[in-house]
């Protein structure tokens, strides 16, 4: 089954999974995919499912439909292909060929052990485990990670990241374990860790001297920072939201 990703600006707004053999885009409620815009025509576009394959077609629209950057008058859809009508884009997505990315979306995202400095990854764990109960009350600098009194018993509710800009955009990672390490090696590296009292992010390394994640804009400093329900995380370049089931 195909879907089609509808983003803005580099932000996913919704996904349409392809069971009908007809979908119409456009400005007007009647649509199958609305996309409420003046520079969007009422009747914009069609797609067609036969089988296995998917057509695309312009509605003579008054500012064109365009294919990775080509206007186009009917066009067949491979998996990959982005639809440009107006200011948004249409990922094309065909889920058996999502498959097998998904796994290099892992590889690419996903940091494996030995991949980076191990001193630095314990380090950046254990600056996130809670103080002793015995312990001095927290420096200023570590409120961010100490606030939050841990819940006794079961962990966390189960969150997730989803990719909001780059190639893998719309793509999703389930934050299962107690430590993921995620980003890019000599680029800029950081650790999400599960606890009983919620998520924590908190940099493990990175090319330039003061280069933190960001959290909803701004940096999150050496200190762990805990995530929050529909936060938006960027490491690495890459713009990911923060999602709690």
Do not use: C, W
């Amino acid at each position: 089954m195909a879907r089609l990703i509808l983003s803005l600006d580099g932000q996913v707004m919704a996904e349409y999974n392809m069971t009908k053999e007809r979908y119409t885009v456009g400005r007007l409620p009647d649509n199958d995919v609305r996309i409420d815009n003046a520079a969007v025509s009422g009747h914009h576009g069609l797609i067609i499912n036969i089988l296995n394959d998917s057509f695309l077609e312009d509605l003579n629209s008054t500012n064109g439909t365009y294919v990775n950057g080509k206007l186009i008058k009917k066009h067949a859809l491979t998996h990959g292909d982005v639809i440009t009508i107006g200011h948004h884009h249409l990922r094309f997505v065909d889920s058996q060929v999502e498959s097998s990315e998904q796994d290099e979306f892992e590889r690419t995202l996903v940091i494996q052990p030995g991949q980076v400095n191990e001193a630095r990854l314990k380090a950046a764990a254990d600056s996130i485990a809670p103080p002793p109960a015995a312990a001095a009350p927290a420096p200023a600098a570590r409120v961010a990670a100490t606030a939050a009194p841990a819940e006794k018993g079961a962990p966390s509710r189960a969150a997730k990241l989803q990719v909001l800009s780059g190639q893998f955009a719309g793509r999703e990672l389930e934050l299962a374990k107690t430590l993921t390490t995620l980003g890019r090696p000599g680029v800029q590296v950081a650790a999400i860790s599960r606890r009983a009292d919620g998520y924590y992010v908190v940099h493990v390394e990175s090319s330039k001297p003061g280069d933190f994640p960001l959290v909803n804009g701004q940096p999150i400093g050496p200190q762990a920072r805990r995530l929050h329900d529909n936060d938006v995380v960027t490491l690495a370049g890459v713009k990911m939201g923060f999602f709690v089931a």
